[in-house]
């Protein structure tokens, strides 16, 4: 296979981080290349400089082997390099072929005007070419994750991509559409277009790449074929040290009986309907099901963001009602929301405020704050969590995922929780860094802490929960104890289909 690109020696420097360390790497024409590496090992930074938009210290790009200087996203453009980011760039309410020629539209006869059905019998050629069926004329609004996915490669093939960087283009997606979107990736492959392919899931890595280069603190540890490793060897490559992908099962003989939370009747229409379930003190109940089966929205009514409708909930015996966050913080309740960056985060303040921000008052006398106290606060979750950052100045986000979701979690330490909803707790965080958060959830809840889990990954679910309910449709369809949870029973009852799995009550 002829070589595409080559990276030779990239260095980059920002102040007291050396990023990148002498970076090579290889990229053959049709070939599916996994980067993969911790949260902060260099992969963003050298996938920056491979797209111009940021300036290498040292080293040389060869395209098709001729030295090139990449200084603009659009020279790669140019070249054929084009990025599809894990937060897509689509214009919501613009239909699929106006947002896979935006910006680029055909002229029309007249001037200022726009060929829209040349542009729309093109965008359709280049949807025939992913053997794809998606409706032109429909807003990208309306679309799955998974096809606003496949209109961002549409729009990188409309503009001659020959090498197309997908930087964890699976995160967001269920089981069934992870497995169509790879299936598109191997049809770019079979038509000679090369890939580089960022993800923390070991199986997708299996199933699709040609290669694999592992980087660790801006050094390339190795490239190699994927069927030369397992996966303990990748993770000993990424981190450095032995990681267990799951926690050890904890004893949950001593889970106590006591009640912390019944909820029974919970609605809010259309998306929950009737929930009934009972939390108890210390216990990991983990939330299976498909994307759009009701998980997230109970998290967030439970949490008083969308007040329920109807229902009850008793908290350690007494009837509470809880219509706003503060309502729900006052009762002792955390939430990590799905989406850190827009929901949990503030990203362009120091580690300090972030961590304490929820509990202020704690910190002021006559309306002046103890910034001493909320420093030394601070450090020790920092400490307590590992979190790896420079110093306490730093700004939330230049940190990592991983390093993101602990301070998210460590804000709602500080309130001494009795119940934490966590949804995807570990969505887009390298194994090193969810390795510890599976740890600290097993931590909280031998502490006493009543932990609601949500996860699209059901290893995970099935690997660190105590007991497993599921939910389609706004409806729990099912729940079961660690013995009867299996991916089949769990999968079987997330999509409706009748099993013969003995269910229990929690």
Request: with cysteine; net charge negative; proline share 4%.
């Amino acid at each position: 296979m002829k070589s595409l690109l080559r990276m030779e020696q990239i260095d980059k420097r920002f102040p007291g981080v050396h990023a990148l360390k002498a970076v090579s790497l290889e990229i053959l024409a049709g070939e599916i290349h996994a980067l993969i590496g911790e949260n902060g090992a260099g992969k963003s930074t050298l996938i920056k400089i491979l797209c111009g938009a940021l300036a290498k210290d040292g080293g040389t790009i060869f395209w098709e082997d001729e030295a090139v200087q990449i200084n603009s996203p659009s020279r790669a453009a140019e070249l054929g390099i084009a990025v599809i980011y894990q937060e897509l760039t689509l214009v919501p309410h613009l239909d699929v072929g106006q947002n896979i020629y935006l910006g680029r539209e055909p002229a029309g006869k007249l001037p200022g005007t726009v060929a829209w059905t040349q542009l729309y019998r093109e965008a359709g050629e280049l949807l025939q070419r992913l053997q794809l069926d998606l409706p032109l004329r429909t807003p990208v609004e309306q679309l799955t994750v998974a096809q606003q996915q496949m209109v961002e490669v549409s729009r990188a093939l409309s503009m001659d991509a020959r090498l197309i960087v997908m930087d964890e283009p699976t995160s967001a997606l269920t089981g069934r559409e992870t497995e169509l979107l790879l299936a598109r990736m191997r049809v770019l492959r079979e038509q000679g277009v090369s890939i580089i392919f960022i993800s923390h899931r070991m199986e997708e890595l299996f199933a699709i790449a040609n290669r694999v280069t592992v980087l660790r603190d801006g050094v390339v540890i190795g490239t190699e074929l994927p069927e030369a490793l397992d996966e303990d060897q990748i993770v000993q490559m990424m981190v450095g040290r032995d990681v267990k992908l799951l926690p050890e099962v904890r004893d949950i003989s001593s889970i106590s009986d006591e009640v912390l939370l019944q909820v029974q009747g919970l609605s809010r229409q259309p998306h929950l309907h009737s929930v009934d379930l009972t939390l108890r003190r210390g216990e990991i109940v983990g939330f299976a099901g498909l994307v759009g089966a009701g998980r997230s929205n109970l998290a967030e009514t439970l949490f008083g963001i969308t007040p329920a409708e109807a229902g009850t909930l008793t908290l350690a015996g007494e009837r509470v009602t809880i219509n706003s966050p503060q309502e729900a913080i006052a009762l002792g309740w955390g939430f990590v929301p799905e989406d850190r960056k827009r929901q949990g985060l503030f990203l362009q303040m120091a580690i300090t405020p972030n961590i304490v921000i929820s509990e202020l008052p704690r910190y002021s006398r006559a309306s002046i704050l103890n910034f001493r106290q909320m420093q030394e606060v601070a450090q020790d979750f920092v400490e307590r969590l590992r979190i790896r950052t420079p110093n306490l100045q730093q700004t939330v986000a230049n940190l990592s995922g991983g390093n993101q979701q602990k301070v998210v979690i460590a804000r709602w330490l500080t309130l001494e929780p009795r119940l934490l909803i966590l949804d995807e707790p570990t969505r887009g965080i390298d194994v090193g860094a969810k390795a510890e958060i599976h740890e600290l959830i097993q931590q909280l809840a031998n502490q006493g802490v009543t932990i609601l889990m949500i996860s699209s990954e059901l290893p995970e679910v099935l690997g660190i929960s105590d007991r497993i309910v599921v939910m389609r449709e706004g409806r729990i369809t099912g729940k079961l104890s660690r013995e009867e949870a299996t991916e089949d029973a769990v999968m079987r009852l997330a999509a409706g289909v009748r099993t013969a799995t003995k269910e229990t009550t929690i």
